[in-house]
Nanobody, 119 residues
Framework: QVQLVESGGGLVQPGGSLRLSCTAS????????MSWYRQAPGKERELVAR????????RYADSVMGRFTISRDNAKNTVYLQMNSLKPEDTAVYYC????????????WGQGTQVTVSS
């Protein structure tokens, strides 16, 4: 059974930090590029950060560049999102997404974790 389980969300004050984790099971994690998306109320889901299957390439949305860092540990089947200098506009449900390197139609979503940035 394929699962992507996110954790680490919560309530944080502006300027604070959180680290999200997403642990995968049921598929060969090291064959999948992994991404974090987010969706705020009333807005479309947007890509936050992406990391290649080997961890050698990363990409970020302009809005989080320099504040967020995506990383992965293939031995632990886990991808992380370190979020620093959080702003109220970062408030959203954050989703983990994995897509197989050689098949754009083979992908999985996590269930999401809420991040709220508020004083």
């Amino acid at each position: 059974q394929v699962q992507l389980v996110e954790s680490g969300g919560g309530l944080v004050q502006p300027g604070g930090s959180l680290r999200l984790s997403c642990t995968a099971s049921g598929f060969t994690f090291s064959n999948y590029a992994m991404s974090w998306y987010r969706q705020a109320p009333g807005k479309e889901r947007e890509l936050v950060a992406r990391i290649g299957s080997s961890g050698g390439s990363t990409r970020y949305a302009d809005s989080v560049m320099g504040r967020f860092t995506i990383s992965r540990d293939n031995a632990k089947n886990t991808v992380y999102l370190q979020m620093n200098s959080l702003k109220p506009e970062d408030t959203a449900v954050y989703y983990c997404f994995g897509r197989q390197d050689w098949s754009a139609t083979t992908y999985y979503w996590g269930q999401g974790t809420q991040v709220t940035v508020s004083s």
